[in-house]
């Protein structure tokens, strides 16, 4: 489902010292995962959770990132790398 691959990119993210784990403050990278360690662990504690709960979740996860992300892009962090996926999708029109 989208949250447990939302929360499982972010950890692979956070994970990468080359890319984004590399780059965040230490400070946000603990904010980060501890959000993250918090989401996968309910997730796998409520596999049969239905859609709505999976979206709250992914919603609370979301609100914690999101502004973390906007700051370390807003610097220019990125280096060209895109941001982590995230369930607003105005304008996508990938191929």
Not at 34 to 54: F, R
Request: proline content about 6%; glycine content about 8%; some cysteine.
């Amino acid at each position: 489902m989208f949250s447990c691959r939302y929360a499982y990119s972010l950890k692979t993210q956070l994970n990468d010292k080359e890319k984004l784990g590399g780059k965040l403050s230490s400070d946000d990278k603990s904010t980060i995962e501890s959000a993250v360690e918090e989401q996968i662990k309910w997730l796998e504690s409520n596999p049969g959770a239905e859609v709505d709960e999976l979206k709250e979740h992914k919603k609370q996860l979301e609100e914690i990132v999101n502004p973390i992300m906007t700051k370390f892009y807003s610097q220019g962090g990125s280096d060209g790398a895109p941001p982590p996926p995230s369930s607003h999708k105005h304008g996508d029109h990938s191929l």
